[in-house]
Each structure stands twice: as C-alpha cells, then as structure tokens.
C-alpha cells in the first residue's frame, strides 16, 4: 500500500475503518486478505488476521469467537463469490442471536451496475440473514457507519450485520477524523428491565406455585446471567432444566438442576427420568428462549396446563408458542428483579418443598445414569458414541470447552456430557443446525480463549465440510482436540428415512476415510482409535498436546441418540 499519506494528515478510509474497529475493542480479523486495504493497515492497530481457508469456516469461526469473548465477531470477506459463501453461518448467527460483523468488499463505486467483475447484489443476498445491511459511500461517514453497524449487532437481540465497503473508497484518503469515542463492541450493548408490575405478578406466580419449573434457554449465555441464574435457583429453590443452547447456563451437578430437557428423551438418555418433573408443573418461567422445535421436543414438552412467565430480549419470542406472562429485557437484570420480587413475594412454599423436591431430582437423575450405564460404560467395539463421551466427561474441568458439529454429535454433547460449573461452554449450531460447524467453532472459541481447552466433537460427514481449516490450526497454533465419530454414514440422515419411510437412499455410506492421515497431512497429530484403551490414551495425549490433534474413532453405525421421535420406531 502506498503510505505516503502519512504525515500528511491525510489517511486512507482504510485507516479510519481500522481504528474504528479497534475501538470498539476488536482485536482479531477473521479474514482472507480482503478487503486488502483494511488487512494491510490492521496489524497497524494491533489486530490479528486469523486467515481461514474458506468464508464459510470463516463466519463459523466469528460466531465460536463472539460466543466465548462476549464482543462482536468480525469476519471480512471478498464481495461475489466469498460473500455468498457467508450466508450459511450468517443464517446459523441470525437463528442463534449471535453478534457477527461482516466486513464485505464491494465493487467500485462507479462500476456499479455494470456488470464488474464478481458484482453481486449483496443486499438481496443478505436479507434473510442479517439484520442490517449497509454500503458506506462517503469517506467522512465511515465511523457512523461502523458504529451504527456495531450497534445494531450489538443492541438487542444481537445478530449478524453486513458492512459493504466499496474498494476504491477503502483507498480514498480523508483527514482523519476520530469523533467518535464509543465502545460498542460487547453484548448485551444494552440492558433493559422489564416492567416491574409484570416482575411482581411473575414473583406471586413463582411463590404460590405448587411445581415451579425454570427452562434456561440460550438466551442466558447471551446475557452473561449465569451467575444470577444461580443465585436465583438457590435462593429461591427452584427447579431448573435448560433446552439445548441453555446448555451450562445452570450447574448440572446442582442439587436442583435437571439437565437438558429437549428432544432427546428416550431410552437410555440420562435426563429421561428428571423430564416427570417438567410434566407436572403449573408454572414454567422461561427465560432466554426461542421455544424452537428441538428444544422443546415439537413443543410436545412443556405441560399442556402450565402458566407460562416468559423472560426475553426479543418480544416477538414471548407468546409465539406458549402464551405468557411476558417480561420483555435482560436476562441478567429480569433474573435480578425477579429473584427480589420473589423474596419480597415469600419464599416458605419454596424452601418448604426443596428438600423433596432435591430427593426427587436426585432419585430420577440417578434411574436415568443406572439405565445409560449399558451404553455409556460399553466398550464394545466398533466403539459407542456413550462410552467416548462418557470417557470425555471424566477428563473435563468446569473450563473446558466443547464444540459440535450438527447431526448427532451435538445431541451426544448436550446429552451425555456434564456441565460442571455454571457457565460452562457447549457450543452447537442449533440456530440453523449445518454440517461442518464443530472444528471451525472450536478455533473461534481458542482463539477467544487460548488459555482454555478446546474440544470438538464432530461427525465423518460433518468434519468433510471442514477438513481444510485443519491447515489453519496448524499455521495459527489454535491447539484443538478434535474427536471424528467416524461411523462411516451420514448417521442421523439414515436413522430419520428408516423411521420416515422405511428405507434410506444410496447416498448414506461413505467409502473409508482415514481422518487421522488427513489431519498429519495438514501438520496436525492424528491418531487411530479403534478401542477403549487406545481412545483413553489417545484423549489424554490430545488434551495435553500443543498442536491441533484428530481422533479419528471408529464407531458403531447402529448407535443413535435417545431422539425422542426414534423412540420404539428403530
Ligand atoms: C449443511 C447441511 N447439509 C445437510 C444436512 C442434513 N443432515 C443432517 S444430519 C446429516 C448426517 C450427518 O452425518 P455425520 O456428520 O456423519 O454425523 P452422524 O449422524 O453420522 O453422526 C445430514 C446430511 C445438514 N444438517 N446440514
Ligand atoms: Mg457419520
């Protein structure tokens, strides 16, 4: 780039662009290389370019990365061909309420409808999934437009934004400017309390409920409300189950937690017996969720009889399936209030019933550990997908992290994992659910947090979305675990037509790939694992390594999750 604007007091858009950014507290670039002129000057401003292979990896990486780091994602990309390829994990950031900004490259200004080169109607293409979508034109506007960009990522719902950034603007020099001072790189940008009538009404609810039941949606990590969720299902002795995203957003090993109550719930699933609880409450608080399908088992669930009290950011997402009280704001400010409300309210109904109701939980969670144990201690071979994550639990601490792809690798994690603090991180795509999240998931989240373990959980067909970034943990020292449950099948897609339609098409059966030779390939460890023993070892190894590392396990393919709807049809 050309620098002899400096000491001029003029600087390229580039520049300003750059310290905007900086200032809103980003410190990596997820990025290609384009917008070149950002990339150039980026390092100027102390940012890293973590360089993905391809855009699709690359968007996953700023959703892994905002979900752990608690700031706003910023993943850069050229504009035609690499843009359309950030559709997907936009989609996933849109469902999911991630915050992603979407630096894209836009064609000259006067090019275009012209037909340039790659020119793309980039708004059209982002409008399902962002939600909002600019082109900056004029030099002197570019912190306003950052800023706005930021904001609307931020405030909220949070989610992903696109800003076009025409090429030739980039390099337009301006004098340069910095009157704005904001930082608005965090989420939640803004917290808001709900009204306080509706807080009293919820907390009369809650104290004169006969079987109160909380569900912790995903919404709660979103909030970083985690530690008032404790406080306030301690203090007030209640019941609490999260769905698939609230995932550690409560203690699992808490004397008053019931686990993932979602859409696996049959055989053999360790929270089978902890659901009867949800089943007879009169009163469910929800807090942080979208009531989608999966976590609610096709809104099958939540008792027919229930009052429901509904905590949310997004007032559309209160009485979209279940009509409620409706507390529209923060997770972490409602949970506050409420827990006050409810102390103000009484709480003897509540600590009157916790000593039954702790023996209860701890009766139905140990029925649904006694009935998992023939899966979760088989060592059995080909392996059981139980047994691995059972073997993982083991190793865990309460700071690990764990990714999955979609498929049944995320079920195996949020079912059959323990989360051991409040606050621990599971993170699965379950906005939009698409193959090949789990390993650029994890080197989103290493990258937030390289002090932390990183482990990924990810199925054959999944991980052969993804293979290439294996290169970039190895060039950016992003040392993940990776675990392959190679099956050898598109599994879930297999299991879905037998109990659809009674038979599956010829697309289900892979020929044998050896994962562990691809991961050496692109300088990473790669190991075999075909027993027990061999998987134990091999784990240990991995967690402790300080490169990358592929297990490459060979399972069963006749194992599936306890999916509630398989139930009896497999
Ligand atoms: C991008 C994308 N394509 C297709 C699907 C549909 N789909 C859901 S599960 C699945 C099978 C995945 O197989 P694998 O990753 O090997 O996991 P397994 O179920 O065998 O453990 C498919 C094709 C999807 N969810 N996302
Ligand atoms: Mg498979």
Not at 123 to 148: G, H, N, P, Q, T
Not at 286 to 313: C, E, M, V
Not at 343 to 355: E, F, I, M, P, V
Request: with cysteine; proline share 4%; charged share 20%.
């Amino acid at each position: 780039m050309d620098n002899s604007h400096r000491n001029s007091g003029q600087e390229p858009v580039a520049v300003t662009l750059a310290a905007s950014l900086k200032r809103h507290g980003t410190e990596v670039l997820f990025g290609q290389s384009l917008p070149s002129a950002l990339h150039l000057v980026a390092p100027d401003f102390d940012m890293l370019q973590v360089n993905y292979r391809t855009e699709n990896a690359g968007g996953v990486m700023a959703d892994g990365y905002a979900r752990i780091s608690g700031r706003i994602g910023v993943v850069t990309a050229q504009n035609g061909p690499a843009a359309t390829l950030l559709v997907a994990p936009m989609a996933e950031a849109m469902k999911a309420s991630v915050p992603i900004l979407a630096i894209v490259q836009e064609v000259n200004r006067d090019q275009v409808d012209r037909n340039a080169f790659q020119e793309f109607d980039h708004f059209a293409l982002f409008s399902s999934c962002a939600k909002w979508i600019r082109r900056i034109d004029v030099a002197s506007r570019v912190e306003d437009y950052v800023d706005m960009a930021v904001t609307a990522a931020t405030t909220g719902r949070p989610g992903p934004v696109v800003l076009l950034c025409p090429a030739d603007l980039l390099n337009e020099t301006q004098r340069l400017i910095d009157v704005r001072s904001a930082k608005l790189g965090h989420f939640p940008l803004d917290r808001v309390v709900p009204d306080p009538e509706r807080i009293a009404e919820a907390a009369a609810l809650l104290a004169g409920a006969e079987n109160p039941v909380v569900i912790a949606g995903g919404g709660v990590h979103l909030s970083q409300a985690v530690r008032e969720l404790a406080e306030f299902q301690d203090v007030a002795s209640l019941p609490v189950a999260t769905t698939n995203m609230g995932k550690g957003s409560v203690d699992e090993t808490h004397e008053l937690s019931l686990g993932v109550l979602a859409n696996a719930l049959g055989t053999n699933s360790p929270a089978r017996y902890t659901a009867e609880i949800l089943e007879r409450a009169d009163v469910v608080l929800l807090i942080g969720t979208r009531t989608n399908q999966n976590g609610t088992d096709s809104w099958k669930l939540y008792p027919k009889g229930a009052r429901f009290i509904h905590l949310d950011i997004d007032g559309m997402e209160v009485g979209r399936n279940y009509e409620a009280l409706r507390l529209v704001g923060d997770a972490r400010l409602g949970l506050k209030a409420l827990g006050e409300a409810l102390s103000q309210a009484g709480l003897k109904k509540r600590t009157n019933a916790r000593q039954a109701l702790v023996t209860s939980i701890a009766d139905r969670k140990e029925k649904g550990r006694a009935e998992a144990a023939s899966v979760t201690s088989s060592a059995q071979t080909p392996l059981r997908p139980e047994f691995l994550m059972a073997e993982l639990d083991r190793l865990l601490r309460a700071d690990d992290i764990v990714t999955a792809d979609a498929s049944y690798s995320s079920l195996w994690v949020l079912n059959f994992l323990t989360a051991s603090k409040a606050g621990q991180r599971f993170l699965t795509p379950r906005g939009i659910a698409g193959l090949g999240w789990g390993l650029p998931l994890a080197l989103g989240a290493k990258v937030a947090a390289p002090g932390q373990r990183v482990v990924a959980v990810v199925g054959d067909g999944g991980f052969g979305h993804c293979w290439q970034e294996l290169e970039t943990a190895r060039r950016m020292n992003l040392p993940v675990t990776v675990i392959v449950l190679n099956n050898g099948i598109l599994g879930f897609q297999k299991h879905a037509e037998l109990v659809k339609f009674g038979s599956h098409t010829a697309a289900i059966d892979f020929s044998p790939v050896d994962h562990a030779a691809i991961a050496r390939a692109a300088g990473c460890n790669g190991i075999r694992v075909e027993t027990g023993e061999d998987y134990i070892a091999a784990l240990e190894s991995a967690l402790g390594s300080d490169v990358a590392t592929v297990l490459d396990v060979i399972t069963t393919a006749d194992a599936y999750p306890p999916i509630s709807v398989f139930e009896n049809k497999l």
